[in-house]
Nanobody, 127 residues
Framework: QVQLVESGGGLVQSGGSLRLSCAASGRTFSPYTMAWFRQAPEKEREFVSAISNDGRTVFYSGSVRGRFTISSADTKNTVIYLQMSRLNADDTAVYYC???????????????????WGQGTQVTVSS
Protein backbone atom coordinates (compact mmCIF):
# COMPACT_ATOMS: atom_id res chain seq x y z
CA GLN A 1 0.00 0.00 0.00
CA VAL A 2 0.99 3.57 -0.64
CA GLN A 3 -0.23 6.59 1.26
CA LEU A 4 -0.32 10.00 -0.39
CA VAL A 5 -0.55 13.23 1.58
CA GLU A 6 -1.05 16.60 -0.06
CA SER A 7 -0.14 19.95 1.43
CA GLY A 8 0.22 23.57 0.42
CA GLY A 9 -3.34 24.52 -0.37
CA GLY A 10 -4.92 27.71 0.87
CA LEU A 11 -6.51 31.02 -0.04
CA VAL A 12 -4.81 33.18 -2.64
CA GLN A 13 -5.78 36.25 -4.60
CA SER A 14 -6.39 36.10 -8.31
CA GLY A 15 -3.08 36.35 -10.14
CA GLY A 16 -1.18 34.86 -7.24
CA SER A 17 0.77 31.63 -6.85
CA LEU A 18 0.78 28.51 -4.70
CA ARG A 19 2.87 25.39 -4.57
CA LEU A 20 1.26 22.09 -3.70
CA SER A 21 3.24 19.12 -2.44
CA CYS A 22 2.43 15.43 -2.35
CA ALA A 23 4.42 13.00 -0.26
CA ALA A 24 4.21 9.24 -0.76
CA SER A 25 4.95 6.71 1.94
CA GLY A 26 4.70 2.96 2.22
CA ARG A 27 5.63 0.78 -0.74
CA THR A 28 7.69 3.37 -2.57
CA PHE A 29 10.62 1.20 -3.71
CA SER A 30 9.37 1.38 -7.28
CA PRO A 31 8.84 4.64 -9.14
CA TYR A 32 5.25 5.70 -9.65
CA THR A 33 3.64 7.78 -12.31
CA MET A 34 2.06 10.61 -10.37
CA ALA A 35 -0.64 13.07 -11.18
CA TRP A 36 -2.71 15.95 -9.91
CA PHE A 37 -6.45 16.09 -10.36
CA ARG A 38 -8.90 18.66 -9.08
CA GLN A 39 -12.59 18.83 -8.33
CA ALA A 40 -14.56 22.03 -8.07
CA PRO A 41 -17.96 22.17 -6.36
CA GLU A 42 -20.66 20.44 -8.38
CA LYS A 43 -18.16 19.48 -11.07
CA GLU A 44 -16.50 16.22 -11.99
CA ARG A 45 -12.93 15.48 -11.05
CA GLU A 46 -10.62 16.63 -13.81
CA PHE A 47 -7.04 15.95 -14.79
CA VAL A 48 -4.54 18.71 -14.14
CA SER A 49 -1.04 17.35 -14.64
CA ALA A 50 1.08 14.19 -14.50
CA ILE A 51 4.71 13.16 -14.40
CA SER A 52 5.90 9.83 -15.74
CA ASN A 53 7.57 7.24 -13.53
CA ASP A 54 10.98 8.07 -15.01
CA GLY A 55 10.38 11.78 -14.58
CA ARG A 56 11.13 12.48 -18.21
CA THR A 57 7.65 13.25 -19.43
CA VAL A 58 5.11 15.67 -18.07
CA PHE A 59 1.55 16.25 -19.09
CA TYR A 60 -0.82 19.16 -18.59
CA SER A 61 -4.43 19.92 -19.24
CA GLY A 62 -5.04 22.73 -21.66
CA SER A 63 -6.47 24.96 -18.97
CA VAL A 64 -3.28 24.98 -16.88
CA ARG A 65 -0.52 24.58 -19.47
CA GLY A 66 1.84 27.52 -19.23
CA ARG A 67 0.68 28.42 -15.73
CA PHE A 68 1.30 25.24 -13.72
CA THR A 69 4.48 23.21 -13.45
CA ILE A 70 4.75 19.68 -12.12
CA SER A 71 8.05 18.44 -10.76
CA SER A 72 9.55 15.73 -8.61
CA ALA A 73 12.00 15.88 -5.76
CA ASP A 74 13.56 12.50 -6.50
CA THR A 75 13.86 9.72 -9.07
CA LYS A 76 11.03 7.66 -7.59
CA ASN A 77 8.50 10.47 -7.44
CA THR A 78 8.06 10.02 -3.70
CA VAL A 79 7.57 13.78 -3.39
CA ILE A 80 6.03 15.77 -6.20
CA TYR A 81 5.08 19.39 -6.54
CA LEU A 82 2.61 21.46 -8.45
CA GLN A 83 3.72 25.06 -8.84
CA MET A 84 0.66 27.09 -9.73
CA SER A 85 0.95 30.62 -11.08
CA ARG A 86 -1.44 33.23 -12.44
CA LEU A 87 -4.25 31.61 -10.52
CA ASN A 88 -7.82 32.57 -11.26
CA ALA A 89 -11.23 31.78 -9.84
CA ASP A 90 -11.62 28.80 -12.18
CA ASP A 91 -8.70 27.14 -10.39
CA THR A 92 -10.66 26.98 -7.14
CA ALA A 93 -11.04 23.31 -6.28
CA VAL A 94 -9.89 20.49 -4.08
CA TYR A 95 -6.62 19.23 -5.54
CA TYR A 96 -5.83 15.54 -5.31
CA CYS A 97 -2.56 13.72 -5.75
CA UNK A 98 -2.71 10.29 -7.38
CA UNK A 99 -0.22 7.56 -8.19
CA UNK A 100 0.08 4.32 -10.09
CA UNK A 101 2.63 1.67 -10.99
CA UNK A 102 0.56 0.57 -13.96
CA UNK A 103 0.81 3.54 -16.24
CA UNK A 104 0.55 3.20 -20.00
CA UNK A 105 1.26 6.25 -22.08
CA UNK A 106 -2.01 7.72 -23.19
CA UNK A 107 -3.89 6.89 -20.00
CA UNK A 108 -2.36 9.51 -17.72
CA UNK A 109 -5.40 11.80 -17.97
CA UNK A 110 -7.84 9.14 -16.78
CA UNK A 111 -8.66 8.97 -13.10
CA UNK A 112 -9.20 5.21 -13.39
CA UNK A 113 -5.51 4.80 -14.21
CA UNK A 114 -4.48 5.67 -10.67
CA UNK A 115 -4.57 3.21 -7.79
CA UNK A 116 -3.69 5.53 -4.94
CA TRP A 117 -5.19 8.86 -3.98
CA GLY A 118 -4.59 11.46 -1.34
CA GLN A 119 -7.28 13.14 0.73
CA GLY A 120 -7.01 16.39 -1.18
CA THR A 121 -6.07 19.96 -0.35
CA GLN A 122 -8.32 22.95 -0.87
CA VAL A 123 -7.22 25.78 -3.15
CA THR A 124 -9.39 28.87 -3.14
CA VAL A 125 -8.71 31.79 -5.45
CA SER A 126 -10.42 35.04 -4.55
CA SER A 127 -11.22 37.54 -7.26
Amino acid sequence: QVQLVESGGGLVQSGGSLRLSCAASGRTFSPYTMAWFRQAPEKEREFVSAISNDGRTVFYSGSVRGRFTISSADTKNTVIYLQMSRLNADDTAVYYCAGTLGWTKGTEREAATYDYWGQGTQVTVSS
